[in-house]
Each structure stands twice: as C-alpha cells, then as structure tokens.
C-alpha cells in the first residue's frame, strides 16, 4: 500500500471514522447484541414449540393456569398478563420519548422519561414476581399417577375445579416430614403436602360429586372429564399428591409446561431486571450531565433499543406462553 | 444518529405531524390489537377454534400474525428502523426470519413425528 498517496476518497472508504450503516459503532453492535439474544430466545421458543407438538393433546391450557389477579379472588384469565403486556408497552413508550427528548438535547425531560421506564419496569419486574409466586403456590393440587400423568378434579354438578381441599378426607394418620431438625438427617423426604395420597381417595371414594379431569384434550378443546366409574377406576393409578410447581413436577400438567415457564419467563425476567439495572446507571449519568458534556445522547438511544427489545421479546412470550 | 424521522405509518396512509405524536399513535395502535387479543382469547369464537389451517387452528393464526404486527411496529417505530439505513435494517431483520422459520420448520416437524411415534406405538404412556 503506497500510504503516501493520500487522494480524498480513498480514505475516506479506508482510513476509518466513516459510518456505511449510518450507524455509529456502538449502536451497531448493541445490534449485534441484540440479533444474538434474539437468536436465543427463538431457540427457547422453539423448543417449546416442539415440547408442545410432542404432546399436543395432553399440554395444559394456558387460560386455565394463568386466572389471578392480585388484590382480586375469582377466576380471571389472562387479564392480569394482558396489564403487563400494556404496562412494558407503557414503558417502551416513556423510552421513545426520552430517546427524542435526547435528540432535542432537553435534559429534564430525559430524566424524567427515563424515571418513567424505570417505574414502568419495576413494575413489570414485580409483577412477574408474582405471577411465579402464583404458579409455584398453586391453587387446586392433583394428583400424579404411575405414568407421571396428572390427575385434576372437577365438580360433577358444575363442573368447576375442586381444591383438595374441598373434597379430602381427614385421617388420623402419622405423617411425619423429614427434616434436618427432626435429628435423622440422612433420611431424605420429598416435603410433604398438605393431604396424603391416602386421604384424597378416600375423600374422592366419600363424595359421589368428584369427577377426575384428565390431561387429555378433546375435540371441543376442553380437558377430558371421566365419569364417576372411571374416576374411582383411576385412582388405582394414583401415585402421590401434587400442589404448585416445581421444576419436576407440577398440578397443571405436563412436567415440560412448567419447565418451561420458569425458563422462558425467567430469562426474561432477568433481561427486564438487567434493562432496569442499565437503565439506572444512564438515568444517573443524565442527572450528572455526562451526556450534556459530550454534546449528544446517543447512550440513552442504545439503551432504549435494548429496552425495546426486552419489550419485543415479551410480546412473542406473551403469545405463545400465553395466548396460543 | 438519525435526525430527520419518517412521520407516516400504515404506508403512509396516516402522517403525524411530529416525531413523539408518531409514538403516541403507534402505542394506541399497539393497545387496540393487544385488546383484540386478549378479547379473543378470552372469548375464543367457535368458528375460530374448529376451523384449521396448515394444521393449525384460525385462531392461533391470527394470534401469530398480530403479534408479528406488533412485532413490526416496535422495531420499525420504537427501535426506529424505519429511519435506518435499508442496508442496516436489512441485515438486522432478514438474518434472524431466515434462521428462525429454518428452526421452526425443523424443530415443529420432529415434533410432529415424535408425537405419532407416541400415540401409534404400541408402548403405553397413560398409566
């Protein structure tokens, strides 16, 4: 390379500083970035969309899962995930706006937009909290058969579900949970739930009015109910009793859907949890000025493309963990 | 960094008048089709739910497209790709459809065949 020969334009391709995607070094790879993430959670999604095919007849219905809403008692399905969906939607809003106040070079308006996301994804943050707490709690138990399959109930006048509670019988039976303070250290016991296997047969054998929901669905899209020979038939099969979620078991269903939702939904979560982390230290940087002494905001403009994406992202888990 | 923003959407059938009424009426338009959504799966319509296509249910198609929609409004409008260069959009937007609809493809027909391998087998999963 003759480095003497300095003609204008050939520099000008070579010699660096020029930008042939219009876009600055940073914003590209925060791109980059976020074409990488969006590769993951496609593998994520997908995954799940193969668990899903694999079992598409037994995998439980999301609407039925997914019916709290905090504060309220009642079976409200998907209103509360529908909340969240508007209030990062909110959010990603507040952040657009904060990304054009920075253009406009309006300090205050920044700090406040970017307050604004901040809330908007504690928010978020906190309420997904409580959707996990939700899941994991559970709300009506089943019980598990042989073959891992589980068992729900439903009442055979309504048809609506029944708790254990409801319907299970009180035995006087030793149930003792092992744990390190009980002093035999070395045995290790599965935590007990509240009704033995024992008490919930013979609390479905005592009420003719309990009817067993299985995992399989029918033509009309609801979960099959057994009839009340089938049921006790059933019970035979019942192998222990299940309350919430866990990542080995759940009461909804297929052992996969929980999985899934603890992974899907968590890494999610902790994208928003790190969005929000990040957007704190560009929040405090605006009020100390950096960006008014360097002349351009451009940093919060790449934080809001992540932002954006943690919104992007959601939307798609929205519909597929949710809505299909 | 983009300066100058393109003010219309919907091909141009609706022009804003500034760059932030631009945002306010990309998020109505946001709103209304989460609230279709949802509104749709609460209510789940028959007509929806029994009729298929590709294997799929109408209903679960519909939820797919939108959410493409809306997919394609918060890139374009939020991420501001529309004032990108078309070379940068590009190579943001197509590297990932080709990748994803490769493992879609893939991963939803092995699924397909595990589950006819589950339901035609002669091994018992329900005990």
């Keep these: 390379m003759d480095s003497t020969v300095t003609t204008g334009t050939e520099e000008n391709v070579w010699g660096g500083g020029n930008q042939p995607l219009g876009a600055s070094y940073g914003k590209l790879m925060m791109w980059f970035f976020i074409v990488s993430d969006a590769l993951t959670f496609s593998g994520f999604l997908a995954a799940y969309g193969f668990s899903r095919f694999k079992f598409i007849e037994t995998w439980p219905i999301a609407d039925e899962v997914f019916t709290h809403v905090p504060f309220f008692h009642g079976n409200y399905p998907m209103y509360y995930v529908a909340f969240m969906t508007f209030v990062l939607i909110m959010s990603s809003v507040t952040m657009v706006l904060a990304v054009d106040a920075g253009h406009k070079l309006q300090k205050t308006k920044v700090i406040w937009f970017m307050f604004l996301t901040i809330i908007g994804g504690a928010i978020f943050v906190g309420s997904q909290a409580w959707e996990w707490a939700t899941f994991i709690k559970g709300d009506f138990g089943a019980l598990e058969t042989k073959g891992g399959r589980v068992l729900q109930f439903v009442s055979a006048d309504s048809g609506d579900r029944l708790a254990l509670r409801d319907f299970a019988a009180t035995l006087d039976e030793e149930r003792v949970d092992h744990e390190r303070k009980n002093g035999i250290w070395y045995y290790k016991g599965d935590a007990l739930p509240s009704y033995s296997l024992n008490e919930v047969v013979e609390g479905v054998k005592s009420n003719p009015n309990v009817l067993i929901r299985t995992e399989t669905i029918n033509e009309d899209g609801h979960k099959t109910v057994l009839s009340r020979d089938e049921t006790l038939k059933k019970l035979n099969d019942a192998a222990l009793v299940v309350e919430g979620a866990n990542l080995i078991r759940n009461e909804y269903g297929s052992r996969l859907f929980a999985d899934f939702f603890f992974f899907i939904t968590g890494f999610h979560g902790f994208h928003v949890f790190s969005g929000v982390v990040i957007n704190c230290i560009i929040f405090f940087n605006v009020i100390l000025g950096t960006y008014e002494r360097r002349g351009h905001y451009e940093m919060v403009e790449k934080v809001g493309l992540y932002w954006h994406f943690v919104d992007l992202v959601w939307v798609f888990v929205f519909t597929f963990f949710y809505l299909v | ?127």
């Design chain 2, 1 to 127: 960094m983009a300066h100058e923003h393109k003010l219309e959407i919907f091909r141009g059938l609706l022009k804003f008048k500034s760059n932030t009424q631009k945002i306010w009426g990309v998020l109505i338009f946001l709103t209304l089709v989460t609230i279709v959504e949802v509104a749709l799966g609460i209510l789940k319509p028959a007509a929806l739910t029994h009729s298929y296509f590709l294997g799929m249910k109408i209903l679960n198609w519909i939820f797919i497209i939108l959410t493409l929609v809306k997919a394609y409004y918060i890139a374009w409008d939020f991420m501001h790709l529309r004032d990108e260069k078309s070379s940068l959009r590009r190579a943001i937007v197509w590297t990932p459809i080709f990748l994803v609809a490769y493992l879609i493809f893939i991963l939803l027909f092995e699924a397909d065949y595990i589950y006819h391998v589950y339901s035609d087998g002669f091994v018992k999963w329900n005990f």
